[in-house]
């Protein structure tokens, strides 16, 4: 029915605004209590044989949602509620503001993917913190908070604005990521060398230890398809030096070429960050790649091109604990976290692998 609805409603609409369409409808369906209960549990199953532990934190399952959906994080429990494991907000960065100039989101329907070039677009550190502070959960919800550089700070300065948020936030993060990876903030991509990233991650981790000294906020690193393998072995190296908890293989990517993209070329020329299907490979390459290279030692979540519960499967198997979706949530529509848990529940009782963290990496760590 969501797919009828995709092809006669949605398709025909400017996609950010059916984004935000769709997310107020989330959000108002979430503040229902009968309504929210009755579709949490016909769209978010649960079975113990998917709970996860990951960095320390329990969760329902492994299947979460990737940051960029919820900026602000005005609709944590309504994503809860469809059937997501976690919830990773934002990119929240120092100070608010509006991104890019738009039209800057872009469907491929016949690719199965996005383009978008948002550039941050948020409320800012202070005013997500506050919005974190006074909520009220209604479900039991991992929450990540990914953070990100003001696009008008110089790259010189990146490190005090991660800083700043990192303080400002850490408090009601279950996980911190930081955010090298999207190329649509000019030079970010450039932290992501490990001369800058050694500085930038060491300043966090501090940042986030002093502001909260009850506990241990969970640090990971979200990272682009498009590094050179050597670069995601330096980044890989990089992080088990620092002790950071996980790493996010992958963002979004720049390439273009080789992806077989069937849409219109004025599509496919848009600048941006391209996600979704074409993304499957190259994610799930440097996926392994960073298993067979930190093993255990790293808690790594996969995400980029996960469509159904088989590339939810694969990417365990290939060394993820923690999955993560988002563009194919726009093509599957609310349905689409149930599928995904049903099919990897039916692969893992079919599979030689009693629990889901047996299956982590099983695949890379099989003998040539």
């Not at 209604?138 to 604005?161: C, H, L, M, S």
């Not at 903030?185 to 001369?195: I, K, W, Y």
């Not at 590094?227 to 963002?251: P, S, W, Y």
């Not at 077989?260 to 599509?267: F, H, R």
């Amino acid at each position: 029915m969501y797919k009828i609805f995709f092809r006669l409603v949605f398709q025909h609409m400017d996609p950010e605004e059916a984004h935000h369409l769709a997310f107020r409808w989330i959000r108002l369906a979430a503040r229902v209590p009968v309504l929210r209960t009755f579709l949490a549990a016909a769209l978010a199953p649960r079975y113990k044989e998917l709970r996860t532990e990951a960095f320390g934190l329990r969760m329902h399952g492994p299947f979460g949602l990737a940051a960029g959906f919820d900026k602000n994080a005005v609709a944590i429990d309504g994503m809860s509620m469809l059937g997501f494991d976690h919830v990773e907000i934002g990119t929240v960065t120092g100070e608010a503001q509006p991104g890019n100039p738009k039209r800057r989101l872009f469907r491929l329907v016949k690719d199965r993917a996005l383009i978008n070039r948002m550039g941050f677009n948020n409320d800012g550190s202070l005013a997500v913190a506050a919005r974190l502070a006074s909520r009220e959960p209604v479900f039991r919800t991992v929450v990540g908070v990914n953070i990100g550089k003001t696009k008008a700070v110089p790259e010189a300065e990146a490190v005090d604005d991660y800083v700043k948020s990192a303080e400002r936030l850490a408090p009601y993060a279950d996980y911190l990521v930081v955010n090298v990876s999207s190329p649509n903030t000019p030079g970010l991509r450039n932290l992501q060398a490990t001369e800058a990233l050694r500085p930038l991650l060491s300043a966090v981790r501090e940042a986030a230890d002093r502001r909260v000294a009850s506990r241990h906020v969970p640090l990971l690193v979200k990272i682009a398809p498009d590094l050179a393998d050597e670069d995601v072995d330096a980044v890989a190296d990089l992080a088990v030096e620092l002790g950071l908890d996980g790493i996010i293989a992958t963002n979004t990517t720049i390439a273009r070429e080789g992806l077989g993209l069937t849409s219109a070329t004025s599509l496919v020329k848009e600048t941006g960050g391209l996600s979704g299907a074409p993304l499957k490979a190259r994610s799930l390459e440097v996926l392994r790649r960073l298993y067979a290279r930190v093993g255990d030692r790293i808690t790594l979540v996969g995400v980029g091109g996960v469509e159904n519960a088989e590339d939810a499967w694969q990417r365990i198997l290939a060394g993820a604990t923690l999955v993560q979706g988002y563009s194919a949530f726009v093509y599957e529509g609310p349905f689409w976290g149930r599928a995904i848990h049903k099919g990897l529940l039916a692969r893992l009782r079919t599979s030689p692998y009693a629990t889901l963290a047996d299956a982590v990496g099983a695949d890379v760590r099989k003998p040539v």
